[in-house]
Structure formats: C-alpha cells, structure tokens
C-alpha cells in the first residue's frame, strides 16, 4: 500500500493550521518553537503519511512537498 | 525635554494600546504630546508599532522618531526590525518571552522583562502590554505611575471600562516586577 | 520515493506577505499550476489589481502590469486588442471588479473580450481593512457597516457573475471556492477551462473564486474555512454557469 | 483639562463635521484615510444622518451633488487617485455652486503610488484639476485641533460661497494622534439657501444646471464665479507667522512640512540664526498680502514642500521678483527630521552669507 | 363639445427642441401627464441626462437638477437619502444610462434606492451626432460603427433592464415603446406604476422606453416609428420583467 | 498646389496619428471631438488597426494603458468633462512611463458648460489636473496644419521621454478646416521598448507597476520623473515670434487666441504702434526663456486667453517681476474679433503711454 | 354617433406626419403653406373626426387638442 | 483685401457644400482661406451654417465673421437671425422661393433669386445650393466660375464624383441667371 512524506518549509508557514485540518492521517502537528516569523510552524510527525496531497493542496504558504512510492 | 518613545510588537499584543495610555497619561500631566501608529501595509497581520513624543515645554514639531530615546520590543521581529534606530544612549525594554535575539550595538541599555510570564502568572497573557509599560514607566518616569492608574478608566472609554481591573493590575506588576527584580 | 507535488515553477520563490489563512495565496498557485501545465508562461500577461493582491506580481514570474483599481477590464482590453496572440488575465477583488469596476467588466464580457477575469470573492475589502463589499453578506459586520450589512440601506450582495453569464459576450463562466482540498481542484479545472477558451476565441471568460479572509472576518483560518462554505457557499453557489462548449 | 481629549486626526475631522451638521456622507474606502468613512459609519446613524458607501469615488461625488442640492450640509472624503476621479465632479458642483466639503488625505503618487504622507496633490487642489475656470477654498491644517475647527469652518464657508470647499492633509495629519478640544459649532448667520430643490411647493419650479449653450451667457456665469473667487482672495486667505519680526530667511511650507519646518527655526534660531516661519492656513486663496509683507524684510524664502515643488509657483507669484525663493522637497512620502530642514536652512544662510 | 385632450399643465409651454418625429417629447408629455394625475408636480425632483434630453427642465415644470453624464442615479440617490419624502426620477439615454452610468445605474437598482429612472433608448447616442450606443442593434450603421456593428469587436446590444431585473433591490422594472398610440397608453401606465412603487418605498423602479431618433437612423418619422416595431422591439421585447406587487 | 488639400482640424488630427503609426485608438463620444473618433472608425481598419469606442473614458483611459504597455502606438481623444476623467489614468501613463497621445479639444466650463471654444483646461493640462507630481508635454495647435504636425511628432516625443503627452486645442481648431500639406512622418531614430509586455519568452519577466511602498524607493522614483521634467524644459519649449524685434507691447497667447491677437497686432503695427506677439506651441514646458529675451526690450505683456486667466500665471513666473503682465480674457465660448483685441491693446498702449 | 374634432398648433407643428399615419378616419393632411419653423404644417380637414385621440397620443409636439362630443 | 461670406440654410439644403466649394475654388486660386462650420447645438434638424473666409495677401486671423461681407440665406429662418449680421454696404443673396421675409435695413445690397424654381425647372431641386453657389460667383468674382467647374471632381472627392455633371449643371444655372436677369 502506498507509502508517503511531506516536507513542511518551516520558514514559510504561518501556523494557519489548514494542513492538521485536512490530514486524514493526523500527521502534522504544530512545533512547540517559533519560526523567525514569529509563528509555531507545522511539522510532520507520523510515519502513516499516504502521500494524498491534502495538505499541499490547501497550504496557503505552498510550503509543503510531498512524496510518495515504496 | 522633548522625548520619543517607540513601541513595537506583533498584531494582536496590544503594543498600540500600552502606546495609547503613555499618551493618556502625559497629556494629563499637561506635557505637549503625539501619538503617531504605524499604519497601512503593516496591516497584514506583521508587525505594528507606534511613537509617542512627550516634550514639556514646546508644541512637537515631528511626532516621527528617527532617533527615539526609549524603545520597547514586544516580539524578536521588531528586535530585528528596530534593533539600530534607537539613539545611541537610549533605553530598550525587551520582552524576554518573545525576543530571542538581542542587540549587537553596546551603546544603549537592554532592560529585559518576562513579560508574559509575568502575565500569564497574574492577569493573564493578554495584558502583557500593560506588564511592560507598567515597567516601563516605573524606569523611565516619563509620567507618574498614578496618573495612569487613577485615570485607566477613562483611557478605555465606556465600551472597555470593564477591563479597568485587569489592566491597572497588569500595570501594577509591570511596576513591582522592576521595583525588586531591577537595580 | 517520488516527489509528486513541489512548487510550480511560474510560481516565483518569494514568500507571500498574505495574511495566515488567505485565500489569495492558495489561487496565485493554482494558477500558476495552470500556466506550467498549459506551459503558457511566456505568452501570458497577468494583471493584479488595487487590492490585498496588488503585489501579485512579486509571485506571479510572468509579465504583469498593475492596473488602477476596477480598470483590471479595460487594461486587459487594451493587452488584447493591441497584441490579440496574448493570453491576458485579469486578478481582481469583489470591491475592484463588482464595485468600482462594475461598468469596465460588464462592458467586457459584452464585448466578448478575449480574456480571463479571476475574480476572488471574500465578501470585503481586503487591503483596506475590512470595509463593506458590494458582496458582503446580509447581517455581517465590516468597518462601514458596523450594525451589519442592512438590505433597507446598503442593498444585496451583489452577483456580477450571474449577470455576466448572460451576456452573448461571455463564453466560461464558474463560480468555485477554495473550501475544501476537493473544492480547490475544481477551481484549478475551471482556470484551466477559461485559459483554453480564450485561447480558442471563443469570448470572454471569468471564474469567481468565494476565498477566506481571516483577519477582516476577524476568526481563525480554520473557522474562515468553514464561513466559507457554511455561509457564504449559501449566498453564492458554486457552479458552472455559463460553457459555450455545451458542457455544465 | 478635563476638556482635553486624545482624538485620531482623521476621527476628529469626522467628529466635526457631525457637530457642524453635515447630515449626509458619501465616500469610498481608500488608505490613508478610511477611519473618515468607518467613523461616519457608526456616528451617523447616531446623529440622525446617512452614511453611504458609495460604489466608487464617482459615484459618491455626484451623490454629494444631489444631497447638497437638496439643502443638506455633505461630504465626502478621499485620497490621491480616488480624489482625481472626482474631479469632473468637482467642476459640476463649481459651475452649479453647491456647497460641500471635499477631503483629500493626500498620499505618495503619482499613479497608486503609496500611502505615506505626501503633498503632491497641491496643483490639483488650487488650479482646479477639473475641466474649466473654478477655484475652491483649501485648508491646510498642521493639527489636529486644526483640522477638527478648519473642517467645522469649512461647512460655513462652503454654504457663505455656494462652492465646494477642500481640505488637503496628508496621512500623517490623518493619522496622528493628538489632545484636542471639541466644541461645537460657531452660530453664525448664514445665508438662506433659496436654490434647493425639495419639490415646487408655494413657488415656481427651480432649475439647477450648468449647460450654458450660449456664449455670451455662458461667459456671464464664467465671470460672475469670477467675482466670487476675487471676493474670497480678499476675505479668506489665513496664515500662521513663527519668528518672523526679524526674519532674514523665511521657510513657508504647510500642513506637517510646516510642523517640521517649525522645528528647524527653533533650532536655528538657538544657533542664533534669523529664520522664520510663515505657514499658510488657505493654499487657495493663498496668502499673497503675507507673504509680500515678509518680502520687506526677508532677503531669501525657502519653500519647503513634502513634493517635487508645487506651492513654490505661488510663492514666486506673490513676490513677484521681490525677493528670491528657493525650493526644497521631499517627495514620495518621506517625512526629513527637523533636523534635516535645518541643516538647509544653514547651507542657505552660508551660501547668501546672510 | 368639450375638450377631453390638451397639454398636460406640468409641461412648459416652450416648443420642444427635439428633431421632427422624435420620441422624447412623447415620452416628456406622458411624464407630465402621470405627475399631473398624481397630483406630485411639487413633490418631485427629476434629474435629466447629458444627452438629447439634457434641456428637458426647459419643459418639465418641476424642480429639475442636472446630472453629469452616466451619473443620474448616483445624484438621484443623493436626492433621495438626503430627502427620502421626495419623489426622485432620473431620465436617461441609453449611452447614458447603459454605457458611461453601468456602475452607478446597477448600483442604485441592487442598492433598492427608492427612485423611478426613465431609460430612452434610442440605440444610439442622439446627441452628439449618431455615434454606437450599448443598445445598438447589430449591423447597424451609426457614425463609430460605419461597417455596421460587428459583435466580434463591438459585442452584442447590452439588455441592461433584463440584468437590473434580477437585483432584488429592483421593484418593478418594464420595458415599453412609443410606437404606437396603444404602446404609448402603456408606456403611460408603466411610468404610473413606477412612481407609485417608488412612493411605496419598495425599492428601485425601472422604465425603458425604446423611442426612435430619426435623425441618426436617417430616416423619415413614418420610417423610424416602423422600425421602432419592426427591428428594435424584436430585439428588446415589450413587457413588465418585474412587478414587486405580483402581476405581470 | 496639387498636393495642398482642405481638410477640418480633427480629421487632420486623426489622420497625422494614423500616419504618424498609431494603431489602436480608444475613445468615448463628446462634442466638439466627434470627428475624431468617427474618422478613426473608418480609418484605422484600413490601416490595419485598431478603433474601439469605449463605454466611458475611464475605461478609455485605461484601454490606452494596456495597448501602450504592449508596445502599441495609441491614441484617446475628449473635451474637457471628459478629459477630467482621465485624471486617475493619466497620473498612471506618467508613473508607470507609457508613452501615449492625449487629445483635449477644450469646450466651454466649469461643468456641462456649453461646446464652443474655450481656453479653461489651460492648468488641468499643464499642472497635472491628477495626483501627484507629474507633468506632460502640451502641445497648443493654432492652425490645421500645426494639428497635423503636431500631432504626429507627439507620437515620437511620447515615446522619446516615455509620458503621455497632451494635444490641446479649442472647438475652433478642431472645427476649421483649411488647406493643408499631408506629409509622411520623419524617420528619426527612437529609443528600442525594452519595457513593453508581450510574454516572457526569451528574457525574465517585466513588471509594470506605480505602486512603491517605500517611501525612499517612492522618492527616488518622483526625483527620476523629475529629473526627465526637467530634461524636456531645456529640450521641448517651442514658440512663435511675430514682430517682436521692436515690440514695446508684448501679447502672449496661444491656440485660437492667438491668431485672432495676430490679426490685432498687424492692425495694430497699421497704426503705428509697435505691438507684438509671443506664441507659446508648447505650454509645458513653457518658453520661459523667450518670455524673459522679449522682457528685455517689452515694457509691457498683455496675456490673451479664452479664459479668465490661467496661462498668466507662467508668463509671471517666466518674468519674475521683470516686467508687468496684464491680462485679457474671454471665457465661455465667446471668440471675440482682432479688432477687439486691438482696442484692448490701444487701451493699454495709452494707459502706460508706451 | 360621437363626433370630435382637433385643434392644431401650426406653429409648433414639424411635419413628421405621424398624426396621418394614425388617423384612421384620414382626418388630417399637411399644408401648403410654410409655418416659420420651415414645415407645411399638418391642418385639419376632414368632418368625420371621431375624437379618438390617437392623433394627439403621438404628436411628438403636443400640438393637438382634441374635442367631443355632440 | 480680406472677404467674408456667410451662407446659412436649414439641414439638407446643402448649403454647408456650397460654402465648401467656394472654399476650394479660393484655395485652387492660391488665396488663404478658412471655412467654419457652425457646429453643435443647431445640429437638431435645423439651421446650418458656415464661413469662409478669403484673403489674397494674408493669413486669416479670425475664420468667424462678427459682420460678414457677403450673405447667402437659404430660408426664412436663416434670414430672421441673420438679417442684422453683414456689414453695412454688404451683399445678401436670398432664395426667394424660401425666404418670405426680408431685412428691414436699408445699408445691404439685396440679390434675390429663385433659387428652388430655377433648381426644379433643371437638375432638380436638391442642386438649389449649387445654384445660389453660381449667382454668387457670377456676382461677387470672389474666385473664378471656371475653377469650381474644372475642379468639381476633386471637390466632390471619390465617392460622390459620379454626382459631379449635375452639380456643374446647376453652378452654370446659377450662372447664366445671374448674367441674364440681373442689371
Ligand atoms: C481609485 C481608488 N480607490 C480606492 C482605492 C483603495 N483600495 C485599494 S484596494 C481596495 C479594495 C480592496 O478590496 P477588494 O477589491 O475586494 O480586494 P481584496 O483586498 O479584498 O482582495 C480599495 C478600496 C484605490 N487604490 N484606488
Ligand atoms: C463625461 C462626458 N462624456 C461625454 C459627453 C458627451 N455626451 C453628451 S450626451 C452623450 C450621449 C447621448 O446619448 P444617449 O445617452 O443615448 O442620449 P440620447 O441623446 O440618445 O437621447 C454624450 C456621449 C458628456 N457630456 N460628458
Ligand atoms: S500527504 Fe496526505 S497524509 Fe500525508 S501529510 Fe499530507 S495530508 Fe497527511
Ligand atoms: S497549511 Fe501551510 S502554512 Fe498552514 S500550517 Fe500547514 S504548513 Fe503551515
Ligand atoms: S486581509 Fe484578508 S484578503 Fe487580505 S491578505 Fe489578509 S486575509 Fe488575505
Ligand atoms: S437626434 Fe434623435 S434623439 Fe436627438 S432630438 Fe433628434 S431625433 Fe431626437
Ligand atoms: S381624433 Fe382621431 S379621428 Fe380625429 S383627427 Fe385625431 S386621430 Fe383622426
Ligand atoms: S404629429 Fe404633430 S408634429 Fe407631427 S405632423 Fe402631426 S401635428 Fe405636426
Ligand atoms: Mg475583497
Ligand atoms: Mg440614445
């Protein structure tokens, strides 16, 4: 079954949250630290990541990457 | 002499309001005063700040500040931001909570302030402003502590009135905090 | 492992000045998705308009020029008629383009001019803090109407896009949103629909995109969301409502 | 000083446009100046008035056209580009002598430009950047309590004159925030309004038009509005003079330059320096007697203007040779420290050996 | 026998300026005729046009305010907020009130102002010497569209009264004709029915009136009052689009 | 003669721009400039361009920028009300430094006024009637064939120094007809567009905007604008002088005015008195210099306009109390005859026994 | 049977004709003679005017007054 | 010695070509000259006018005529508002088939002409204006008869050309009437 990792540009986000919203995964979180921004950026967490895009799709800050394959 | 103060923080901490009571206070202390904000493209939910220009004798001439004298910094973007305007000799508040950096130059004095721990252990998070400027004005003495305390209600106007409490206390932990923690 | 989304290259690297939760960024991207894949990148002229997106074109990597605020129309007009073998498209708010630019977009899409309209919907006026919009929604409080936008006094929201899809002149005509993940796809289907239409003469295209405006609506981007498409869905349905190519 | 308040420029020039009885406000949101129109949104209702957001600057101007025709005290307010879409308006409500205060809270130009504090709108105000011969009164204030009691005056002047009257500040007045005192409105005499239309009940139909097909009387009108701008160049222009008794360099400069520019004479007369300040309060009609007054002693004027040098034509215009006036500017929205204005003013004063 | 037709008593006695056969005098007349039933001449303030129309307050004897062209409903809308006990009418072209006033005619109608507008279209602009107007028809020849009107550069006849009848803030809303006796009685009737709505306070009230301009479709009287029926009308169809008080 | 041909002012107008390369033109109905765009609508399609009637002139205007912004040679054409509404626009050809050819064929004003010729615009035209500080050239025909020339070296001016640049006749010139020269334009070398948008291919994407947050940024745009300002005030002055050598009275006019003062001055010199006249072609940048070399040998100016006075104020600034400047007007629409004007000057000629 | 009968204002009469076009008792013609505007203006001519009004419902000039009765 | 000549008629009548056709011929004869046409407001059905001005030395100042020397008047209405505008000692030309009234004053030359008869009882009654145009010349040798009949093609221009026979015919119409009626 498909396997998938984002990479979140923590310099670009500004905490909206949209992506832990719709991550059907729950695999983003808020970091505890602060961004030079002066925002707690997302972070990916979970190892069951699919890889769907979602979160890309709505980021705001188009500060996600995604990857999927095996 | 005249005297500009320049207060800086993140939308939302209330820098402008801090700014505001600074005011409230000189001109009742029938000092010569203008408040000028930050406006337009700041907006966008980034940094907002204000400078506050108190001369005792003459009408104020530019109520911008090139220079200012006293500058106080809610956030480590506006660290970043205004770390070099301030007049060499003048004073920096910093809140501790927020600011991570500080600044290189050694010509002025940093005073540092946990400012929302202070709230957070007291009033609550969202009267840090006033913890500052309570600091604030114990140090610098611009204005009687009292004038603010006594007058709070009418620097909110009716609509806030029923936040006087609150501030007056957060402003009053401003003070003790400087009167034991600072030299 | 493949990386299957990343950055469109039209896109330029800038960081946005948008506020958290904006609408605005999330549609600067699709488009400029659009443009990658239609790789149109340099035969399209972009016209950002007097609004939060006035700087568009610090991330759109395409020709731009700035048009006054409500004249996006009729600068595209003039792009168009003088170098038809362009594709032009006009970004514009709901206070540029459905009030002071009322007459220059009906006059338009009339016409049947060759061009694309973008037309993002968040109910105010952004840039300027929050004032009325002629597309704010009955009962919501902005800064100029403070008791809540009464019909007796300030009118209904306004549907330009409904009244330009009447229009002989007008050949696409969509109304999406940027909602939902699924909702953000079809708005880009729809961009890509108008691009290709103008780009077969067919007449003048608009896509109305209903967008968040967190910090004029004054709650978080997640509730934004959801005021999208709890209330604001309700007052502007989403659809295709005008194809001169049959379907919708 | 129980009566001192702390008021935002902008909310003040609003507050008194209320206390002097302007029922109606028409007006489309622009930066620097959109605390006028979301003020009026809240106060007007209060005060038994209209707000309208108009759906652009046009459109509000001629709404301003039919309450003003209709007896109502109006105005609307601006900045830069919405204030150059109003200027066909303008011209109407010249030619059709409708009173009403138009605001323009100037910023950086020309085109979207931005929205600093800039006074490069000083042509536009005074020539009349509409079509045709009309002039209009200017005030130019330098305060707040200025800008609060010239924009009460202005409702007065623009009934005593039938014409439209126009404040020109720039974001910095707008913006500041400075103890003002309110009062209300002076009660002063003014002249009937026997042109509105408010329906032919007990008297004949009035007519209100500016199309004059005839030459011959269109000329007539043309010099007739003449006659009233000659009477207003008599009556109206007003000035502040800082340190000018002994003045040998004299700055005029208005609105915040002049804020500044007082900082410079004050530190260039502790240098011991002899220079003054002559500010004009009226851009239109400008204070020409003053300045010809200062020329008797002044060997030099500098103009200084937040611009690329506007106002200076006038200046030139009042000397008429008199004396020599130089010019200095900075356009675009920067706002030079007193400091900086002085240093101009001892290069001069060393170059003129003074 | 008694005299059971004369000119109406709120119409000057000044000859009218207008071309042989135009359609303004006809339409001046019956205004004056519904003001003198209504017994309003004073209680109603009118606003004429830049355009054919612009000496209209030499005929009509009621306070009259010119407007600048396009701006009628925007000055009309000034009238009505400043004093809303008076009955306010614009009377407009169609370059008028279709062209330049697109945004302040739309406007007022989604904003319900409480103000009648007689729009006269005539399919061209009349004044200033015959040029294309929004409304005229397609092919048609006028002095800016010598080749006849080509809808692939000058768009389509813009049906600006079907569009305002959408806006809910439009309470009754009709097109009528001068071109015959019958026709005229009805345009009569509509006009009526537009000010009583108007003094109802039900909202924007809308009478197109298409009415010929022999002069620049250079033909004879006889001839434009033909094609009046015969070309115009099949363009823009007779009837009460919108009747806020049901029929219709 | 076979080459000379009769034509009226405004179809010479529009057939020097169609020569002259202008292939889109954008404009909006209005008397006395019809002939113009009806001329254009059955011209440009035979010369392979573009005629488009726009639904106001904002929209006009705002056409003209996009058509410029891509390389295209473009004209809009209007009076005065019309002209008051292209402000907004104008201000953004000059920020953004589009090249673009202005027509204002003046009308009678303030207001709807009335169409017959008239001098009002004289300041909206020269001072920038928009926002900011900003000029363009102005080019004041008196004849048809100085139409026609004129017209078509706006073209290359406009594209020379990037700014709109302004035709600005009277009723009168665009109406008249007279025998005129048609020539081809003169193939001089003009600066390659390197600004224009037609797609990225080949280069990285351009930007055309006037909106400059920074205020320092702001200035240092507003000091370049001013710096070409003043690169065209030594270049693009231009004048007529007709017997000037020994005039001891000057009459400064332009347009229409000034061929009517040119009939007054031959009847004048019929008499004997040594009157002369000073054409201003263009009316900015104003010939200051030839004012001031006349200065040196006229006692007296009497400035002549179809107005109640506006271009006297340059002629004064160009003086600079060097000499006295009278003024004479007729507003309106009203075109008074040489006769006229030469007993106005015979008045003066006695009055200051010259 | 109702009779009618018009009245004409020669002065203000331009000639459009329009009055005959509509007249279906043909009850009215141009004249011969020129008013001072330049028109021959339209006259009343014939007896079997039934005071329908039509004439005067679209005289762009409200030239005609009509009458009835017996 | 500069000339001026006003010709007026109601819409149709074609005068504003005649006064063209005058315009040119002047033109042809190398004089300067312009030609004015009334424009606007008259533009509604009723009368239109133009002026030419001709000079053989000099250019010509003012293309208005505040009191013309020459008047050609097409109808009543033209003469009712222009009766009192020539100069005195100037000439009137009057199509009396038209024109009912006549000017009171007794300073003008008065050349009446049937215009419309000798139009119909010819080319037909729309060439009246080429008619008058001919008595005109043939009176006042304001330019020479034979340069407007050489030159008519070029006047008339392309697409009206094939009209050129016609209103040749009526400019001699004019003409001979003029050389056979008039003292
Ligand atoms: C002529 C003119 N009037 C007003 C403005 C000020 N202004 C800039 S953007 C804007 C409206 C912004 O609202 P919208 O079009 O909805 O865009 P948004 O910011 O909401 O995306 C206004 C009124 C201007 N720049 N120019
Ligand atoms: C701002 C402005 N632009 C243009 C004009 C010139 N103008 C006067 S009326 C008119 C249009 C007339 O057409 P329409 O509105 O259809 O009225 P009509 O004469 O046909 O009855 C125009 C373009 C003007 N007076 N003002
Ligand atoms: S790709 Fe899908 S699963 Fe993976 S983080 Fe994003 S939303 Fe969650
Ligand atoms: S959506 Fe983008 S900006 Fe928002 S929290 Fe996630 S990563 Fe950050
Ligand atoms: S104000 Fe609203 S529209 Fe503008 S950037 Fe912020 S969220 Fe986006
Ligand atoms: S031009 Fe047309 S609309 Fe105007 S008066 Fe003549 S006929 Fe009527
Ligand atoms: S009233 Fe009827 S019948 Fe009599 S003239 Fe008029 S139209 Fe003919
Ligand atoms: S309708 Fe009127 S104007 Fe026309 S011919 Fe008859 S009477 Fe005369
Ligand atoms: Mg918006
Ligand atoms: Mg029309």
């Given at each position: ?70 | ?183 | ?248 | ?29 622009i930066t620097p100046q959109n605390e006028v129109p979301e003020y009026m949104s809240g ?163 009035r007519i209100l038009k500016s199309l004059i097909l005839d030459p011959a009387k269109m ?136």
């Amino acid at each position: 079954m498909a396997q998938g990792k984002i990479t979140i540009d923590q310099g670009l986000c500004k905490a909206c949250e949209l992506c832990i919203q719709v991550c059907p995964e729950k695999a983003i979180e808020l970091a505890d630290h602060l961004n030079p921004k002066g925002y707690h950026p997302a972070t990916f967490v979970a190892e069951n990541c699919k890889g769907c895009s979602l979160c890309a799709m709505i980021c705001p800050e188009v500060a996600i990457e995604v990857y999927r394959g095996r | 002499m005249l005297q500009k103060t320049l207060m800086s923080g993140i939308g939302g901490q209330g820098i402008l309001f801090s700014g505001m009571c600074l005011a409230w206070g000189a001109m009742l202390e029938d000092f010569h005063i203008t408040y000028l904000p930050a406006y337009g493209a700041e907006m966008r939910g980034g940094v907002t700040s204000c400078t506050i220009a108190i001369s005792p004798d003459d009408e104020i001439a530019s109520p911008v500040a090139s220079s200012p004298d006293y500058l106080v910094i809610m956030d480590n973007q506006s660290m970043l931001r205004l770390q070099n305007t301030g007049a060499s000799g003048s004073e920096m508040f910093i809140n501790t909570n927020m600011v991570t950096d500080r600044p290189v130059r050694g010509d002025i004095d940093v005073i540092e302030i946990p400012v929302n721990d202070l709230a957070r252990s007291s009033v609550g998070d969202r009267y840090a402003n006033m913890v500052i400027l309570g600091a604030f004005v114990q140090k610098t003495r611009l204005i009687k502590p009292m004038t603010i305390i006594d007058n709070m209600e009418l620097i909110l106007g009716k609509q806030k009135a029923r936040f006087k409490a609150k501030n007056i206390e957060a402003f009053k932990v401003g003070l003790d905090y400087y009167n034991k923690e600072m030299p | 492992m493949k990386k299957i989304y990343s950055r469109p290259k039209s896109l330029k690297s800038a960081p946005f000045h948008y506020c958290p939760g904006c609408g605005h960024s999330i549609i600067h991207r699709l488009i400029c998705e659009v443009i990658d894949e239609m790789g149109i990148q340099d035969n399209i002229i972009g016209i950002p308009p007097a609004g939060c997106a006035v700087l568009a074109y610090d991330y759109f990597d395409v020709d731009m020029c700035e048009a006054a605020h409500g004249r996006g129309c009729a600068v595209g007009t003039g792009f168009k008629r003088a170098n038809p073998a362009k594709i032009i498209f006009t970004y514009q708010g709901d206070g540029d383009m459905a009030a002071i630019g009322t007459a220059e977009t009906l006059h338009a899409a009339n016409r049947g001019e060759k061009i694309t309209s973008i037309f993002v919907n968040n109910a105010v006026y952004g840039m300027t803090g929050g004032q009325m919009a002629p597309t704010t929604m009955l009962g919501q409080k902005t800064t100029t109407s403070p008791f809540g936008r009464n019909p007796d006094f300030e009118g209904y929201p306004l549907k330009i896009t409904e009244l330009i899809a009447q229009l002989p002149g007008a050949a696409y005509v969509a109304r999406t949103s940027v909602a939902t993940p699924a909702k953000i796809m079809a708005t880009k289907k729809s961009i890509r629909k108008a691009f290709e239409i103008q780009v077969a003469g067919k007449g003048y295209t608009l896509v109305e995109i209903l967008s968040p405006c967190p910090t004029n609506w004054k709650v978080s981007p997640i509730k934004a969301f959801e005021f999208l498409e709890s209330t604001m869905e309700k007052e502007f349905p989403l659809g295709i409502l005008k194809d001169v190519e049959g379907e919708g | 000083m129980a009566d001192k308040i702390l008021m935002k420029g902008s909310h003040a020039l609003a507050e008194a446009a209320v206390r002097a009885g302007c029922r109606c406000y028409f007006g489309y949101p622009i930066t620097p100046q959109n605390e006028v129109p979301e003020y009026m949104s809240g106060r007007m209702p209060e005060a038994g008035g209209v707000f309208l957001q108009g759906e652009s600057e046009t459109a509000s101007i001629n709404m301003v056209i039919g309450a003003s025709a209709s007896g109502t005290r109006v105005m609307t307010s601006s900045s830069s580009p919405g204030v150059s879409l109003k200027q066909e308006g303008l011209s109407f409500l010249s030619s059709l002598e409708l009173p009403a205060v138009i605001v323009n809270i100037m910023r950086g130009g020309p085109g979207l430009g931005n929205i600093a504090p800039s006074q490069g709108d000083y042509y536009q105000a005074t020539r009349g950047g509409g079509h045709g011969d009309y002039r209009m009164p200017v005030f130019a204030p330098a305060s707040v309590q200025e800008l609060y009691d010239l924009t009460m005056e202005a409702f007065d002047i623009a009934d005593i004159y039938r014409t439209p009257a126009l404040i020109l500040g720039d974001g910095m007045v707008g913006q500041i925030v400075e103890p003002i005192v309110i009062h209300e409105r002076a009660a002063i005499k003014l002249p009937d309004k026997d042109y509105i239309l408010d329906g032919a009940k007990g008297r004949p139909s009035r007519i209100l038009k500016s199309l004059i097909l005839d030459p011959a009387k269109m000329e007539e009108h043309n010099w007739k509005l003449n006659r009233k701008y000659n009477l207003m160049k008599i009556k109206l222009p007003r000035h502040e003079e800082f340190m000018l008794e002994d003045a040998k360099l004299t700055i005029v400069a208005y609105g915040t330059a002049a804020r500044i520019a007082k900082g410079a004479v004050k530190r260039a007369r502790a240098d011991g320096l002899k220079v003054g300040l002559l500010r004009p309060i009226t851009l239109w009609p400008f204070p020409e007697e003053a300045v010809r007054k200062a020329a008797k002693k002044t060997k030099l004027f500098l103009d200084f203007e937040l611009s690329t040098g506007q106002m200076v034509d006038d200046v030139r215009l009042a000397l008429d040779g008199r004396s020599k006036c130089e010019f200095y500017g900075r356009p675009g929205g920067v706002v030079p420290s007193p400091r900086e204005i002085q240093r101009i003013v001892e290069r001069f004063w060393l170059q003129r050996n003074l």
